[in-house]
């Protein structure tokens, strides 16, 4: 981030919460004028005191799946209930890196803990991408893997409230042609599978 990184010039607390804070950046702008904006964050202060002051590299905040079942042949998908929107979401899996899990480790409990379903391999991932950086700082890798195994809700938290979907071509199709509500990621990810199908996720396994 190097240049960009000296136009921080401190942080304020706003609100802390368990996985969620909310802090003040005093920056400089493009004309070298005081301003302020709002982020929401999952790191500690200290942390982003280390980021943004002293020019440590930021961690990767979680991982985002994109599942194919080798037996079934097809994609892997969640329907989950998400408060914010107060709606079931069609999103891929995805959860948190705890502390310094490597990716491999948090691909495979995340699939089994929302699907029930097991990482057989991991295909390929881009380490770090961000979801929305006019609000948040959060990133995550995003892990294209195959899987097998039965669906289960066994493995869910108390909080969660998922639904695993499979689908094949035409099954994606009729998701974006209704009217559902549909995460960003998700959105993106069904178009390129409607297009491209198992060569997607680029292997020879299924020729």
């Not at 802390?16 to 790191?43: F, P, Q």
């Not at 409607?194 to 997607?200: A, D, H, K, V, Y």
Request: aromatic content about 8%.
């Amino acid at each position: 981030m190097g240049d960009f990184m000296n136009k921080i010039q401190g942080i304020e607390i706003l609100a802390n919460t368990k996985y969620l804070s909310l802090y003040d950046l005093k920056y400089k702008n493009k004309n070298g004028k005081d301003s302020n904006w709002t982020v929401a964050s999952r790191k500690s202060i200290n942390d982003l005191n280390d980021i943004y002051l002293n020019n440590k590299n930021d961690k990767v905040d979680a991982v985002v799946l994109v599942p194919y079942h080798i037996k079934e042949k097809k994609l892997v998908m969640i329907k989950q209930f998400r408060v914010p929107i107060n709606n079931y979401v069609y999103e891929l899996p995805a959860g948190l890196i705890d502390n310094n899990e490597d990716i491999e480790n948090a691909v495979k409990m995340e699939l089994k803990e929302e699907t029930g379903l097991d990482v057989l391999e991991i295909i390929k991932s881009k380490e770090k991408l961000y979801l929305s950086p006019g609000m948040s700082d959060e990133s995550v890798s995003l892990v294209y893997c195959l899987c097998q195994g039965n669906t289960s809700k066994d493995y869910l938290e108390e909080e969660e409230d998922i639904e695993t979907v499979l689908l094949d071509k035409e099954e994606a199709k009729k998701i974006l042609q209704s009217n559902v509500a549909l995460d960003i990621k998700a959105y993106i990810i069904l178009n390129m599978f409607i297009n491209s199908g198992e060569n997607l996720f680029g292997k020879e396994i299924f020729k």
